[in-house]
């Protein structure tokens, strides 16, 4: 079946028990990542990773693990990410199996409509679809609220705003940041409290992105020196790197439609002049030496290496720190290169 927007909440937060199969699709892999852990929560299961390419040589193996006892008594998830067509054949056996004891969980980037991953998905009555877009406006607002109620925040459109400019929209970070924030002002869903701008000036994210955003920033320009300066002083163990990706995700998805329209044939000038209004003041100089430096193909190219950093560091022990200079110093190097 599909999931609505208006239907989600409830379909993770009180889960079926008769759908032993989600997938969580589109845009924003942030949300869907999100979704997916509520709905692990709301089952109070562990986690039990499979990857595509496993599933895809022994597509068995599937079924096996979602029929399968927990060796210690607890209830666990299938979770699949990032989810491929190479997993098609084992999910048709799964939706197909008599019972299953464990719900598979698979994430995947946007699927087009004849995907035959997701026809299974809509199709099966112990399926479940949902398509995750960036929300804007209102609808992040929304979001933002929804979340600060799963921690008994009461979370103002004002307050919601802000916090949702200032995590990028990202669903994870507003997460992280309300149940921080949750702690601070002594609140939990047995004990609501109200959140106001004084909590989010004493702890919350704005600070710390705008140091995100300049690492990002300094790769783009190609400005080896002062980015290899700033990295020496990120601090070991810490948990930067996943911010400063999102950081570069996102000023990557301003350039890249924008660049394309200058290789269409716009001036430079004329680009940076309809982008004006979405700028701020400071960065419209630094912008445009971006949209000079790169090229789509190399936009591209940079976003895909992000979003696979992104998930490395998500799913494996690489040391964070070195992981994200490493990817960083190779952006300014190309970035100083196509200068």
């Known amino acids: 079946m599909k999931a609505s927007k208006a239907s989600i909440g409830r379909a993770v937060d009180q889960p079926d028990g008769k759908i032993r199969f989600y997938l969580f699709h589109g845009q924003d892999e942030s949300q ?9 929560e709301a089952l109070g299961a562990s986690k039990f990773e499979i990857g595509a390419g496993a599933i895809k040589s022994d597509p068995a193996s599937l079924v096996d693990e979602a029929s399968a006892l927990s060796l210690f008594g607890g209830k666990r998830v299938i979770w699949i990410e990032p989810a491929t067509k190479d997993i ?24 087009t409509k004849a995907s035959p991953l997701l026809k299974l998905a809509e199709a099966s009555p112990v399926g479940l679809a949902y398509a995750s877009y960036i929300p804007e406006g209102q609808d992040a607002v929304r979001v933002v609220a929804d979340l600060g109620r799963r921690f008994g925040l009461k979370v103002s459109p004002p307050v919601a705003a802000r916090l949702a400019d200032s995590a990028g929209n990202d669903q994870a970070i507003v997460a992280q940041e309300l149940q921080k924030l949750a702690l601070y002002v002594g609140a939990s869903p047995e004990a609501p409290k109200e959140l106001d701008h004084s909590a989010l000036d004493a702890v919350g994210a704005d600070s710390a992105e705008g140091d995100f955003q300049r690492l990002a920033d300094l790769a783009l320009e190609g400005n080896i020196d002062e980015l290899s300066d700033e990295l020496s002083r990120l601090p070991s163990g810490g948990s930067q790197a996943i911010p400063v990706i999102r950081s570069l995700q996102r000023r990557l998805l301003m350039l890249a439609p924008a660049r394309a329209r200058i290789e269409r044939g716009e001036r430079l000038d004329a680009v940076m002049t309809s982008l004006g209004r979405s700028l701020f003041w400071k960065d419209k100089a630094r912008i445009e030496r971006m949209l000079g430096t790169w090229s789509a193909g190399g936009l591209a190219t940079a976003a895909e290496r992000a979003g696979q950093l992104e998930r490395s560091l998500m799913f494996t022990k690489a040391p964070d720190r070195e992981a994200l200079g490493e990817e960083l110093l190779a952006i300014a190097r190309k970035a100083r290169s196509s200068r």
């Open 88 to 111: 098609e054949e084992a999910v048709a056996a799964m939706l197909d199996a008599p019972s299953t004891e464990s719900p598979v969980i698979a994430i995947a980037g946007s699927l």
């Open 32 to 40: 869907s990542r999100a979704l997916a852990q509520r709905l692990a």
